[in-house]
């Protein structure tokens, strides 16, 4: 098989991680070395806090709170206002509104 302007025996072209064959399958560069999509998302890519979801190339996301999150994510976790550009509060890494940062919910 041909990859990074090489050729290179099936079985020897494998994921950095997980040593198995990538084939003709995906992979991604991290460092020099080749990484199949699964472990490459699960030891590079980031998720979002409020959907677990990953945040692809592109996506809107902002950081707050120490996490990434989808711009769509970023609501109070009692009434799902989303919190974009706004003020908000924290309790428990859960972002609040203002309304309910202070209240007895």
């Known amino acids: 098989m041909h990859a990074l302007k090489m ?36 030891m590079f890519g980031t998720k979002c806090r409020g959907c677990d979801f990953k945040i692809d190339a592109g996506d809107r996301f902002l950081e707050a709170l120490g996490f990434s999150w989808h711009d769509t994510c970023f609501v109070c976790a009692i009434c799902q206002i989303n919190l974009e550009g706004k003020t908000f509060y924290s309790k428990k890494d859960k972002p609040l509104c203002k309304s309910h940062a202070f209240s007895h919910v």
């Open 7 to 42: 050729t290179w025996h099936v079985h020897c072209f494998t994921c950095a991680a997980c040593k198995t064959p990538i084939r003709n399958r995906a992979f991604y560069m991290e460092e020099g070395a080749p990484y199949c999509e699964r472990d490459y998302e699960k």
